[in-house]
């Protein structure tokens, strides 16, 4: 051990902090959590994240997995669930959500306040463990915080996404548009962790100014103004700005040609097969004119990655025991 790597360990163990870890939302265990320890997490596909705190505990952020075209990971891959955080409930972010209920029974699932009934009544949850989150909330427990912030959906060419059924409610899909959160977690040993979902508009810079988010996963689509998102990503003081959800297009393209439509003329000619290279390449370009001072950082789907705070760097690691 050399003097720096043994002035670190020093300085870990002087920082270190005793927590009582929710070990399997059940039993009680003491553990020694490192000050800037960081995080384990992959990438699930789509806007679907696992991370994996340094109290062992897991969060499933917006989790799309048996029912998923693309990048899929099958719930049997996943082997415990502490958290379930839903930006909003259109399938492609909480279409599982009963499933992994089923095989996680204990799991906590934090939704909005206004989609937690339609989520219920669409997929027959138990709701003992549901947290309604309104805007600017906070939970906290043993092993992290849970911070929410009100945002928008991105603006679609569809016009309201309003679908009535035939007693005249709005279902699940109408609430996905009109209630959405970005949380941010922050772990026992530090490490900021902060889910972006919507629509760039210039109240959100100053809505989430000074988060400081270690780590960022930030929804990227077409239909964004990626100026206003450098603004924001900036304003939050991001350190890694990590992308997602870009992994839709092909699908989208194919199902729906014309919504080739909605992207810059800079990258046409577009096709299903294209997009994905064309548009991040155009995405990352646009965010560095801006002046995105965040480092980006694109996951490849289901590898997990440790997030070292201390350095803010992130390296591939094994999957956590
Ligand atoms: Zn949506
Ligand atoms: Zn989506």
């Known amino acids: 051990m050399n003097l720096l790597v043994m002035k670190r360990f020093v300085f870990a163990l002087l920082c270190s902090t005793f927590v009582h870890a929710a070990s399997g939302a059940g039993q009680e265990t003491t553990q020694a959590i490192a000050k800037d320890a960081g995080l384990d997490f992959r990438w699930t596909g789509n806007a679907g994240f696992e991370v994996v705190l340094p109290t062992g505990d897991h969060v499933l952020v917006d989790p799309w997995l048996d029912s998923a075209p693309y990048n899929k990971l099958t719930l049997d891959k996943v082997t415990r669930a502490d958290y379930i955080l839903i930006t909003h409930i ?13 095989k ?28 309604k989150v309104i805007d600017r909330q906070e939970f906290e427990f043993d092993e992290l915080k849970i911070q929410a912030f009100a945002g928008r959906h991105t603006e679609s060419t569809f016009g309201n996404y309003c679908h009535w059924d035939e007693q005249g ?18 772990a026992k040993d530090g490490t900021r962790f902060m889910v972006w979902a919507g629509t760039p508009s210039v109240d959100t810079a100053y809505q989430l100014r ?45 199902k729906m ?23 991040m ?7 560095s004119d801006a002046g995105t001072k965040a480092s980006f950082f694109t996951p490849e789907p289901h590898k997990w990655y440790h997030f070292d705070r201390a350095t803010r760097k992130v390296s591939p690691t094994g999957a956590p025991a």
Do not use: C
């Open 281 to 287: 390449a155009y995405v990352r370009k646009t965010l």
């Open 104 to 131: 996680f029974p204990k799991v906590r699932i934090f939704v909005g306040a206004l989609s937690a009934e339609p989520l219920t009544k669409w997929q027959n949850l138990n709701i003992a463990k549901l947290y």
């Open 169 to 186: 409610e709005m279902t699940h899909q109408s609430w996905g548009t009109m209630d959405l959160f970005h949380y941010l977690i922050t």
């Open 90 to 102: 259109h399938g492609d972010h909480a279409d599982d959500v009963k499933k992994i209920q089923e």
């Open 210 to 254: 000074g988060l400081k988010p270690d780590l960022a996963a930030v929804h990227i689509s077409p239909k964004q103004d990626f100026k206003i998102l450098s603004r924001i990503m900036n304003s939050m003081e991001v350190g890694v700005m990590m992308p997602h959800h870009y992994d839709a297009w092909p699908t989208i393209l194919r």
């Open 257 to 279: 040609p014309a919504e080739i439509g909605n992207f810059p003329t800079e990258v046409q000619p577009l096709t299903p097969e294209n997009v994905i290279e064309k548009m």
